[in-house]
């Protein structure tokens, strides 16, 4: 009796750690699958597939901002499974699931070179109402693997998203310019900082966090999302 039950508290504590289901298709996962089967990971839609991967993540920036290199997972179209694991980590809380892919994703980014890691800030207020930050979630799989620190105290969001509305250039840039605040230029100097987001689409708000950056003397900045619509 009292084995069975310490069995079923060890099996629970394991399933909080290592859920036995597959998010995509909720099938059991063998020993040697996490949080996604074989046949579902196989099936997602990986940049690296693409022998022009790297051309085309870096051309989404091309003529806005001085990118030094941009990373991503998986090739993002509405209605495709990836914006599924978006939602999952979103709007289903599934953070351990965000780690994970955050370190399936370093796989992609050579660790030398990188300074620090800077995942995009939510506004305060969003914030506390999601109770976490996807980005940060993600930045600390990538973490794991590369050992690069995380820093989260640099860049502050101030404003919520770029606004739609706004139609001329200089209203858009005005616009943009101010969502991010960077407070200590100093310990940015010379930096080589690696930006992470969930999803890389118009690249409005990367764009934004960007251009606060490399204006700083000696400051590099490169991209890592989990997926990207190129
Ligand atoms: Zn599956």
Redesign the pocket.
Known sequence: MLINQLRQIAQSTLDVFYPNQ?E??S?DLNFNEQY??L??SYDLPYLSNLSTQTESLNKLFWGRVDVHQVYSLFNYQKGNQVQDLLHLIKYQKKTKLAEHLGERLAEEIPKSGLDMIIPIPLHPKKLRKRGFNQSTLIARGIHKRLQVPINEKLVKRVKHNPSQTTVSKYDRWENVRSIFDVSDHEKLKNKHLLIVDDVLTTGATIEACVKQLIGIEGCKVSIATLAARI
């Open positions: 597959c995509i298709c099938s996604i089967c046949k579902c």
